[in-house]
T-cell receptor, first 112, second 113 residues
C-alpha cells in the first residue's frame, strides 16, 4: 500500500537545538497531519495543514504544506527533553478521506 | 474522560490461538479504525468502520476480522494467530470519516510465539 517516506529515520540532538524533518509522497495529498507518539502511548495530533503552501505553528513547532502537495515539513525550535518520541506525518490521499496513510516515522532523541 | 480504551495492554498468544482485542470510545464518534505498528513501517490500517453496522478493509486486513454492532465498540479478532501478527495494535476514532482529529488508544502489545 501507499506509504509516506519520512526523513531522517532517527535523530540525536542536543537540548536547545532546532530540528527539521520532512515527509514525501509520490501521490498528492489534500491534508497533511503531524503526530507525535510518546513511548508506550498512542500518537497525538500536533498540527493539521489544509492548503498548499500553508505554514502553521503550534508553540515551538512549525509545519508547512509543500507547494507540490506531495511533501510536508516539520520544524521544532529550541528542543527540550520532552520532545523525545516518534513523529509521524499522515494524510488522506485524494479520494480516500476515510483512510489515513501514515509515514514511517522519525525517532527523535534529545540529550542534555 | 476515557476517550479510546483498549484492552488488553499486553498479550502473549501461541500460534493458532484466537483472541479479541477490545476497543471502546465514549465520544460518540462515527469512525473507528485499527492500526498495527511495526518497526520501520509506521502505522498500517487493518480495518475501519464509518458507522455502526459498516466495516471495510484497510491496507493489511488478512488474518483479522472486525464488527461494529454499536457506535461505541469496535473489537478486532485474530482468527488463528501467527508470529507475523506480533505487533503493537492501536485503535483510533474520529468524529466522522472525513474528520482529521483522530484519537488513539494507548495500544495493545501482542506477541505470538
Amino acid at each position: 500500500g501507499q506509504q509516506l517516506n519520512q526523513s531522517p529515520q532517527s535523530m540525536f540532538i542536543q537540548e536547545g537545538e532546532d530540528v527539521s524533518m520532512n515527509c514525501t509522497s509520490s501521490s498528492i495529498f489534500n491534508t497533511w497531519l503531524w503526530y507525535k507518539q510518546d513511548p508506550g502511548e498512542g500518537p497525538v495530533l500536533l498540527i493539521a495543514l489544509y492548503k498548499a503552501g500553508e505554514l502553521t505553528s503550534n508553540g515551538r513547532l512549525t509545519a508547512q504544506f509543500g507547494i507540490t502537495r506531495k511533501d510536508s515539513f516539520l520544524n521544532i525550535s529550541a528542543s527540550i527533553p520532552s520532545d523525545v518520541g516518534i513523529y509521524f506525518c499522515a494524510g488522506p490521499r485524494t479520494g480516500t478521506a476515510s483512510k489515513l496513510t501514515f509515514g514511517t516515522g522519525t525517532r527523535l532523541q534529545v540529550t542534555l | 474522560n476515557a476517550g479510546v480504551t483498549q484492552t488488553p495492554k499486553f498479550q502473549v498468544l501461541k500460534t493458532g490461538q484466537s483472541m479479541t482485542l477490545q476497543c471502546a470510545q465514549d465520544m460518540n464518534h462515527e469512525y473507528m479504525s485499527w492500526y498495527r505498528q511495526d518497526p520501520g513501517m509506521g502505522l498500517r490500517l487493518i480495518h475501519y468502520s464509518v458507522g455502526a453496522g459498516i466495516t471495510d478493509q484497510g491496507e493489511v486486513p488478512n488474518g483479522y476480522n472486525v464488527s461494529r454492532s454499536t457506535t461505541e465498540d469496535f473489537p478486532l479478532r485474530l482468527l488463528s494467530a501467527a508470529p507475523s501478527q506480533t505487533s503493537v495494535y492501536f485503535c483510533a476514532s474520529r468524529r466522522t470519516a472525513a474528520g482529521n482529529t483522530i484519537y488513539f488508544g494507548e495500544g495493545s502489545w501482542l506477541t505470538v510465539v
